[in-house]
């Protein structure tokens, strides 16, 4: 049967920018090789699948042009979006292929995901060492505030907090190299920010194991940073709080999410955000 795909960016602003899914909601799913094949024709990072099951949970799937992926917050975000669109306001709950998650759909095309429990540890020496060569790091060039971790909000994502906004912007890596080190460490993406303050972020997150270089919004790797920073004791998170990211301005599409936690170490993370259609 054809399957119906809609394009959404989420975490857009004001329209423009934000980070382009593919969304398929469906009676049931494709197969495993049509989700990839749609995937890889659509071209975004990742394209969600979804479909009603009987609870009335909904069966998601997420797929990048590579592979299956465990979870995408992006695509999340554009999922209820369409959701609310289609039936109306409120909350979703999803069955993913690792646990349950939910989405709220919201006013005007924006939608909040609260993601999988978070937790993080330190990033181990090797893999540190392995960041820093392929993007051309050093220690010094290291915000001693949040030592290199690697949050997991669904995802696994070495995160790496840098001090200087410049030194973000001049991001490059080997693209080869990069992926073959994200697969053999199991990684989503490497995601590399400053703190302008305490509660603003500028983020910017290498995808070489999806097939693109980098994503503009990454809704996942936000919630991993966030159970980061709360694990870390990060100022102004200790009770719960809110933090803004800004990501994709140095690629030409900025984007805006919205972060919310309770202060609690392990728990999930609400990441909020705005979508525009895309034309075909």
């Known amino acids: 049967m054809p399957w119906a795909i809609e394009r959404i960016a989420a975490f857009s602003i004001d329209g423009r920018g934000g980070n382009p899914a593919g969304v398929v909601i469906a009676d049931r799913l494709p197969d495993p090789a049509q989700m990839q094949a749609i995937a890889r024709s ?11 099951l009987p609870d009335s949970k909904w069966r998601t799937r997420y797929f990048s042009p590579e592979a299956e992926v465990a979870f995408c917050g992006h695509a999340t975000i554009a999922l209820g979006a369409m959701l609310g669109r289609r039936f109306g306001t409120g909350r979703y709950d999803l069955t993913l292929n690792g646990g349950d998650i939910s989405v709220e759909a919201g006013n005007g095309g924006t939608a909040t995901l609260t993601s999988p429990p978070s937790r993080s540890a330190p990033l181990a020496a090797e893999a540190r060492e392995a960041i820093f060569a392929h993007f051309a790091l050093s220690e010094a060039e290291l915000d001693p505030r949040l030592p290199p971790r690697l949050g997991n909000a669904g995802n696994n994502h070495p995160i790496l907090l840098l001090r200087d906004r410049a030194r973000l912007a001049a991001m490059d890596y080997p693209f080869d190299a990069v992926k073959a080190l994200m697969e053999r460490e199991g990684w989503t993406t490497i995601c590399l920010a400053v ?46 709080g809110r933090f803004i990211i800004r990501q994709g301005e140095d690629m030409g599409a900025p984007s805006i999410l919205s972060v919310a936690v309770t202060g609690r170490p392990g728990d999930p993370v609400r990441v909020t955000g705005a979508t525009a259609a895309i034309a075909d």
């Open 195 to 240: 703190a302008e303050r305490p509660d603003l972020f500028h983020v910017r997150n290498a995808f070489a194991i999806g097939g693109v270089r980098e994503d503009p919004a990454t809704g996942a790797a936000a919630a991993a940073l966030a159970g980061t920073l709360v694990d870390c004791g990060w100022p102004g998170l200790a009770g719960g």
């Open 42 to 52: 659509v071209g975004y990072s990742e394209t969600v699948f979804a479909a009603r």
